[in-house]
């Protein structure tokens, strides 16, 4: 029992790392990119946050991005192996286009969890460690202190920027 709280863990931690860049690498802290990220940016600003980190929260509200991506990943890796990572991508980037979002942070959040769920899978973890870990991952960014989280979210930008 303990050993799966530790994986638990270790895949929060490991998607927490892998959405946060992915997302930082494709700009996400930048600009408010669609319809609702850059009030949710200004909102968290009036609030006392970061206006950078701000809006890479709002972008994480309002579209699929890298988070999305990985938890879609990771269920899909769960339900169908490694095709079932490759169609979570696939729904990510129709999802994107959707919400007329150019970008393609949660496609590419999308493969790189389909491969490093696979790859952790020879490790001893599975995929219900990732999607646990996701859900996690996700609420220490938008379910714990947002002002914080945008601070440190607007930190790791200005280091990109």
Same mark, same amino acid.
């Given at each position: 029992? +303990? =050993? =799966?709280?530790?994986?638990?863990?270790?895949?929060?931690?490991?998607?927490?790392?892998?959405?946060?860049?992915?997302? &930082?690498?494709? /700009?996400?802290?930048?600009?408010?990119?669609?319809?609702?990220?850059?009030?949710?940016?200004? +909102?968290?600003?009036?609030?006392?946050?970061? /206006?950078?980190?701000?809006?890479?929260?709002?972008? &994480?509200?309002?579209?699929?991005?890298?988070? *999305?991506?990985?938890? @879609?990943?990771? #269920?899909?890796?769960?339900?169908?192996? &490694?095709?079932?990572?490759?169609?979570? *991508? @696939?729904?990510?980037?129709?999802?994107?286009?959707? #919400?007329?979002?150019?970008?393609?942070?949660?496609?590419?959040?999308? +493969?790189?969890? $389909?491969?490093?769920?696979?790859?952790? $899978?020879?490790?001893?973890?599975?995929?219900?460690?990732?999607?646990?870990?996701?859900?996690?991952?996700? @609420?220490?960014?938008?379910?714990?202190?947002?002002?914080?989280?945008?601070?440190? @979210?607007?930190? +790791?930008?200005?280091?990109?920027?």
């Amino acid at each position: 029992m +303990l =050993e =799966e709280y530790g994986r638990i863990l270790i895949a929060a931690a490991l998607t927490w790392i892998l959405f946060v860049s992915v997302d &930082i690498f494709w /700009r996400l802290p930048q600009k408010g990119g669609v319809s609702g990220a850059k009030a949710i940016g200004d +909102l968290i600003a009036r609030r006392g946050g970061n /206006r950078n980190g701000g809006w890479m929260m709002g972008n &994480i509200v309002s579209s699929p991005d890298a988070s *999305a991506g990985t938890l @879609l990943a990771a #269920c899909g890796v769960f339900v169908a192996g &490694i095709p079932g990572g490759i169609a979570a *991508a @696939l729904l990510v980037f129709i999802g994107n286009r959707i #919400c007329h979002d150019p970008g393609f942070a949660g496609t590419t959040g999308a +493969l790189i969890a $389909t491969a490093v769920i696979t790859l952790s $899978t020879q490790f001893g973890f599975i995929p219900s460690d990732f999607i646990v870990g996701t859900v996690i991952a996700i @609420l220490t960014i938008q379910g714990l202190s947002l002002t914080k989280a945008s601070h440190l @979210l607007g930190r +790791l930008w200005r280091w990109r920027a």
